[in-house]
Each structure stands twice: as structure tokens, then as C-alpha cells.
């Protein structure tokens, strides 16, 4: 695991959903020898894409760090698949982003789409697949546009940054799979070997009924921006979006979410709700937390404690830990029974690098026509993670029927603003930095 310091070098704006410190990319040692594999997918050579020319055509919107490296990903992907895999169109809200990544890939000026309303016009376009990774707050509208144009899509986490967008994402994943289409998330924890294995073994009943455990993302502070003279307040929020929580979400939204993924996947459910506290000691810029404790109640005497922070100069830990009622299992890297007996994993054959997989997968369901959606499973996990942002913002327990259910919730119809539709019409006011909420009287 690396730490590292602020880095105020690249990965702004529009383009990325991960960030410098210790990013999805980054997450994972030793996977340099990205498609490196136990095994060759047996459908290789036997079968061609719909459209008979054994080819996919993919598009992306949001060329930053995230966005690019995920492209490149689909690449590898289309590589161990045995599939010809062509970008045609890229879309950024900043145009020198959006034409770098359009000359690396030969993608032609009429592809090369610009600006927080570009993304309409690249879904017009014939790509099969769509790559989705701007800020999360641009997703659920994103994502109604590719399944309206009937585009697959693989889409970065977090999926929403309020209880209302993560409602339609859950929709669109229904009007998705009515429509045929496939839909992967940036979880690449569920698309890992040692996190499968363990994932079945649990459902298999080989460490008995989870009780309970902890979820840990603490690590150093990420990377800002500070405004430039005159600059715009949609262009700064833009750029410095990992800063805002109308644009992030807030930390626990846009980075711990993976290991909320973890516990709601290893014990099978959502949690029913949430108390938790947090605070803002050591930011710089934006109008976040950098510090988050939330207890998640998933109901039948499961608890599970999730802490995550970013200050520099802190002890730091990335894990997870479940207890069961006849063994534990800690992350993909061990599982054991109390009594010592022997547990038998499964066979998972898949890519060393994860995040390679997820687009295997994807593009393996879109070429053999097969059932693929991830957007439920990676919509409950944001909606948790934003239940404990919650419950730490009010000081208040949160229930899960309180941002699903029940519409005389205050929590609800919560919709963080400026929102997207206010970034595509220009209604953007910059909120006030440093200012948080503070529970209690």
C-alpha cells in the first residue's frame, strides 16, 4: 500500500472519477503484468458480435486519468477476448482533454465532443459501449442518456451523490436489462479472484451467519486545486471536484464505497441504517469532511463499523474483517473456520489485474449475448455510503426506508445542488468553501 502526499499535477475536471493517493489504480500491488491469465475464455474464436463483424465500437465521457485508464482497460480487455474493440468518439468537458485522448485513438474531429452537454451528442453516435467516468454527480444523467440511445455501459463508482440519484440509477438498471442491455461498475473487488472466492465460500456457509466486522479506508490527504483569478465557479468545482461534496459526494461516497461494496456483497444485503459522526479538521478547499465513523445496523444482530479518513501524518489502513458465527475471513487474503477445519475454495479463473476484468466480463456478455448488470448492487452500495454521510452531517440515525420508501423523510428528496442540470445550463453558484454541516446545538 502507498501513501502518498497531495499531488496538484493532473487528474482534474471533468475526466475522473479516482484520484491521486491510494486510487483504485493504485489500490491493487503487482498488477503491472495487467493481462496476464490463469485462463483463456473458452468462447474465443466461436463467437462474433451481434452485428456479424466480430467488432465493438466504444465510446468515452470523461477523458481524465479515470477515464484514460479505463479505456485502455477495454483495450486489454478486447485483446484477451479475442474481439476488435474501436473508440469512435470521446467526450470531456474541458477540450484539450477531450482531444488529447482523440489523437491517441485516432478518434476524428466530429467525434471529439466538448463541453457539460457533449455527452448527448456522443450518444448519437453507432458506439455499441459506452465508458462512463466523469464525477459521480454527472452519472445518473449520463447513464439515462446511453440506455436511452441503447448504448452498454461500463460506469465508474460511485453512481450518485444523493438519495434520488441513486433511485434512478436503480430504475435505469430496470429499463436497461428490459432493453437487453449490459451494465458493469468500477467495483472491480466483486470482478477480483481472492474476493470471489471468499464471496462464495460465505455463501456456501463456511465461516456460519456474519455478525459482524470492520471496513477501514483511512490514508493520506488527496489532491486539490485552488481557483485560478477569474475562473468560472462551474470550470473550478469541475476541476477541483474531488473537494466538493455536490460534485464527489464527500470521501466516504467517492472512495469508500468500495469497501461498503465489500460488506453489503460478503453479507448479502444492504444495511437498515445507519449512526455515525464525522468532522472537517485538516482540508484545504472544497466543503468536505476528511474524517468519517459510522456504525451500518444490516439487521439479525449484523454490525458492521466503517471508518475512513484523509489527513496526512495519520495511521493508515485499507481492509476489511467480517466475524461469523464459525470463522472469519479478512479481505481476498484469508478466510479460516474457528474449529480449523479445512475450507475449500473455488476455482476462479480470471485476468490478474481487476480492473481489466470488469471490461472482460462486459464485453464477453455483450459478444454472447448474455444477462450482465451491475447497476442495482453498485446503487445500494453509494446509497449506504450516503446513509452514513448522512447520519454523520445530521447526528441523526438514518434508515434505509428513509432515502427509499418513505417520502415524508426530510432525507428523501434530498438532491445536493448545483446539480448536474445546473453545470449543462450554467446555473452553477460555487458553495461556500470550508463550511460544513455541524450536528447537534
Not at 466480463?361 to 447497476?375: F, P, R, S, Y
Request: hydrophobic share 35%; with cysteine.
Amino acid at each position: 500500500m502507498s501513501d502518498r502526499q497531495v499531488d496538484n499535477t493532473d487528474n482534474s475536471g471533468f475526466m475522473s472519477t479516482d484520484t491521486p493517493g491510494v486510487t483504485r489504480r493504485t489500490f491493487l500491488q503487482g498488477t503491472a503484468a495487467a493481462a496476464a491469465l490463469t485462463m483463456v475464455p473458452g468462447w474465443l474464436g466461436s463467437s462474433a458480435y451481434a452485428q456479424g463483424d466480430g467488432s465493438l465500437k466504444i465510446a468515452l465521457v470523461g477523458c481524465g486519468g479515470r477515464g484514460k485508464g479505463a479505456l485502455k482497460n477495454a483495450m486489454e480487455a478486447a485483446e484477451i477476448n479475442g474481439i476488435q474493440l474501436k473508440c469512435i468518439a470521446v467526450c470531456d468537458y474541458f477540450a484539450d482533454r477531450a482531444q488529447g485522448v482523440a489523437k491517441e485513438y485516432g478518434v476524428s474531429d466530429d467525434h471529439c465532443f466538448v463541453g457539460p452537454t457533449g455527452y448527448k451528442q456522443l450518444m448519437q453516435t453507432d458506439a455499441d459501449l459506452v465508458i462512463l467516468a466523469t464525477p459521480p454527480n454527472f452519472r445518473p444523467v449520463h447513464l439515462a442518456a446511453a440506455v436511452e440511445a441503447g448504448k452498454h455501459v461500463f460506469m465508474e463508482k460511485p453512481v450518485a451523490v444523493d438519495p434520488p440519484g441513486c433511485r434512478k440509477v436503480m430504475s435505469l438498471g430496470e429499463l436497461a436489462e428490459s432493453k437487453g442491455l449490459n451494465i458493469v461498475a468500477g467495483t472491480q473487488r466483486r470482478h477480483q479472484a481472492g474476493y470471489i472466492k471468499h464471496a462464495q465460500a460465505i455463501k456456501d456457509d463456511a465461516v456460519g451467519t456474519i455478525l459482524g466486522g470492520q471496513i477501514y479506508w483511512c490514508q493520506n490527504r488527496l489532491w486539490y486545486k485552488e481557483r485560478n483569478d477569474g475562473e468560472s465557479a462551474s470550470d473550478y468545482m469541475i476541476r477541483n471536484w474531488v473537494s466538493f461534496l455536490e460534485t464527489s459526494g464527500d470521501h466516504i461516497v467517492e472512495q469508500h464505497v468500495h469497501q461498503i461494496d465489500v460488506a453489503n456483497w460478503f453479507i448479502g444485503r444492504h444495511p437498515e441504517s445507519a449512526v455515525g459522526f464525522g468532522s472537517r479538521q485538516r482540508r484545504v478547499t472544497g466543503n468536505m469532511y476528511d474524517n468519517f465513523s459510522v456504525e451500518f445496523n444490516y439487521g439479525d444482530n449484523c454490525s458492521i463499523h466503517s471508518m475512513c479518513r484523509q489527513i496526512n501524518d495519520c495511521y493508515n489502513q485499507v481492509n476489511t474483517n467480517f466475524v461469523g458465527t464459525e470463522g472469519r475471513v479478512w479481505d481476498e487474503k484469508r478466510i479460516a473456520r474457528f474449529d480449523r477445519a479445512p475450507i475449500t475454495l473455488p476455482d476462479v479463473q480470471v485476468a490478474s489485474n481487476p480492473y481489466v476484468q470488469e471490461h472482460v466480463d462486459l464485453q464477453a456478455a455483450i459478444v454472447k449475448g448474455e444477462k450482465l448488470n451491475e447497476a442495482k448492487q453498485v446503487a445500494e452500495s453509494t446509497l449506504t455510503a450516503i446513509m452514513g454521510r448522512i447520519s454523520a452531517y445530521t447526528g441523526q440515525m438514518v434508515t434505509w426506508e428513509d432515502l427509499t420508501e418513505n417520502k415524508q423523510s426530510k432525507w428523501y428528496a434530498l438532491a445536493l445542488s448545483p446539480s448536474a442540470a445546473d453545470f449543462e445550463s450554467g446555473g452553477v453558484t460555487l458553495p461556500e468553501e470550508g463550511v460544513v454541516p455541524v450536528p447537534g446545538a
